[in-house]
Structure formats: structure tokens, C-alpha cells
């Protein structure tokens, strides 16, 4: 059984940062894309960025340049360090995993999934 278990979601003041963590259970992920997806109360659940086993990245342009996507192989450890935050970055956020290799920005792509993680921006 693959798990894949996100951490590190709360209440942040807009402006504030917040790093979000996804430990996978399986040392095969290495090699597979990983990607950061977020769903909002009443809007679909949408893609936020997207890592290779060789560190290439893509990113949603509404987090362009405040998000970053980066991976650590050997703890089989995926992180989302999100800066800027705006109260409209509120939203469960789900790690997720595929079987291939390449990135893909469409959630149907992916095989496994987090039970997410709740991001709050408020003041």
C-alpha cells in the first residue's frame, strides 16, 4: 500500500510563508513526478506545481514565482514552500504521485494521493 502523507498546513497572516511537506511511503518514488494540487470551497480542485526525479520543475501561473517545488530522494520527502501568501491561496492541499516520470499538470495523471492538508490565509 502506497501512502503518501502531507504536513505543515495552519492559519497564516497574508503575506506570511508556510512549507508544506510530503513524506512518501515507498522508496520507488524517486524516480516518478510528484505534484502539489489545492482545492478550494467551491471551485475545482486545481494544479499548483509539478517536480521531476531530476528537479524540473512547472508551476501554476497564479503561484508563480511565491511557490516552490523541490524534492529530497533520499528521504523520499516532497516540500511546497509557499511565500506571499493571499487569502485566495486558501485551500486543502493534496500531495500526489505518478507511476511516470514526466510532469503532467492534470490531476487525472496521477496515481496516488495525500489526504491533504488545510491552508489557511487570514489575519
Known amino acids: 500500500q502506497v501512502q503518501l502523507v502531507e504536513s505543515g498546513g495552519g492559519l497564516v497572516l497574508p503575506g506570511g510563508s508556510v512549507r508544506l511537506s510530503c513524506a512518501a511511503s515507498?522508496?520507488?518514488?524517486?524516480?516518478?513526478?510528484m505534484g502539489w494540487f489545492r482545492h478550494a470551497p467551491g471551485k475545482e480542485r486545481e494544479f499548483v506545481a509539478a517536480?521531476?526525479?531530476?528537479?524540473?520543475?512547472m508551476y501554476a501561473d497564479s503561484i508563480k514565482g511565491r511557490f516552490t517545488i523541490s524534492r529530497d530522494n533520499t528521504k523520499n520527502m516532497v516540500y511546497l514552500q509557499m511565500n506571499s501568501l493571499k487569502p485566495e491561496d486558501t485551500a486543502v492541499y493534496y500531495c500526489?504521485?505518478?507511476?511516470?516520470?514526466?510532469?503532467?499538470?492534470?490531476?487525472?495523471?496521477?496515481?496516488?494521493w495525500g489526504q491533504g492538508t488545510q491552508v489557511t490565509v487570514s489575519s
Open positions: 515507498r522508496r520507488s518514488f524517486s524516480s516518478n513526478a
Open positions: 500526489a504521485a505518478r507511476l511516470g516520470v514526466l510532469i503532467m499538470t492534470s490531476s487525472s495523471g496521477y496515481n496516488y
Open positions: 517536480i521531476d526525479y531530476s528537479g524540473s520543475t
